[in-house]
């Protein structure tokens, strides 16, 4: 039997989770996150999880939350102290599309983390390379300045997909490069036979700044300042805890920042014309 399989893509607060409950409804399709936060439990309110699926303890990939009576894989499958690699979000979210195939339904993916999105729809076969405790540790002492620095000499094209400050992927650049003698990009070979509809929601930068403020907002209503407290307690080496609404100390550096993000997001679709994209 063969199934559509969709994508809903789009920067941050431009409206994917709407929009692909209400796409779930219309074609019985079952939603697996491409968000590369929302996959740790407790990390809730500032990665803007729907309340729904707000969980402190990790659950089973297979085992869906439940959001306004559509089932969405992949968020709570791991917690801050437990890394999770790109190649464990590609093995995971294969088995949940055939999961979802097997029930009868149609599998959409959504979310905006740009490499997870195009590992998956492109195919990218990664090799399984297990942490490295103590290469980590000596790279975790380095500045992102400084680590960036290094994977531009010692593999310059994986600068077109891994941006200067993330340090978290630039370790694991640096760690699968070492593992395997070989550049990390290369290792991203396209092997697909899948066709993806790719639906791109943007309504305008304005409305994205104005959705970005008011979400802001709301999660210092609903409690991010507690829940950052707490994870600091629980895990105060995480460097999860430096990304976007969890660095911030107010409402504008939390605006700025998720508005760079968004910016970074749209670049790098900017490429992709296979996209079509609708304003919501």
Not at 31 to 55: C, F, H, L
Not at 64 to 88: E, K, Q, R
Not at 112 to 127: E, K, N, S
Request: hydrophobic letters at 35%.
């Amino acid at each position: 039997i063969w199934f559509m399989k969709y994508v809903i893509l789009g920067p941050t607060a431009s409206g994917k989770t709407a929009y692909a409950i209400a796409l779930a409804k219309q074609v019985n399709g079952a939603v697996i996150s491409a968000d590369s936060r929302q996959i740790y439990a407790g990390m809730n309110i500032g990665t803007a999880k729907p309340s729904e699926a707000w969980q402190e303890t990790p659950h089973a990939s297979d085992v869906p939350d439940n959001i306004d009576g559509v089932p969405h894989y992949l968020l709570n499958v791991t917690s801050l102290d437990a890394p999770y690699t790109l190649t464990d979000w590609l093995a995971a979210a294969k088995q949940c599309i055939s999961i979802i195939e097997s029930q009868g339904q149609t599998p959409i993916i959504a979310g905006g983390t740009m490499l997870y999105i195009d590992a998956l729809v492109d195919g990218y076969d990664i090799p399984t390379i297990e942490p490295n405790q103590e290469l980590r540790a000596a790279l975790e002492q380095k500045t992102p300045e400084e680590l960036y620095k290094e994977l531009l000499e010692k593999d310059p094209a994986a600068t077109a997909f891994i941006e200067p400050h993330n340090s978290r992927r630039i370790i694991r650049a640096l760690e699968v490069t070492h593992a395997t003698g070989k550049p990390f990009s290369s290792l991203r070979t396209k092997k697909t036979s899948d066709t993806w509809t790719k639906i791109g929601i943007f309504p305008d930068w304005e409305s994205i700044k104005n959705n970005i403020s008011q979400r802001s907002e709301e999660m210092l209503a609903q409690g991010l300042e507690q829940e950052k407290e707490s994870l600091l307690e629980q895990f105060p080496a995480s460097p999860l805890l430096q990304t976007v609404n969890y660095k911030e100390k107010n409402i504008e550096e939390m605006t700025q920042s998720n508005m760079r993000y968004a910016h970074r997001q749209m670049s790098w679709w900017k490429r992709d014309k296979t996209i079509g994209w609708i304003c919501v």
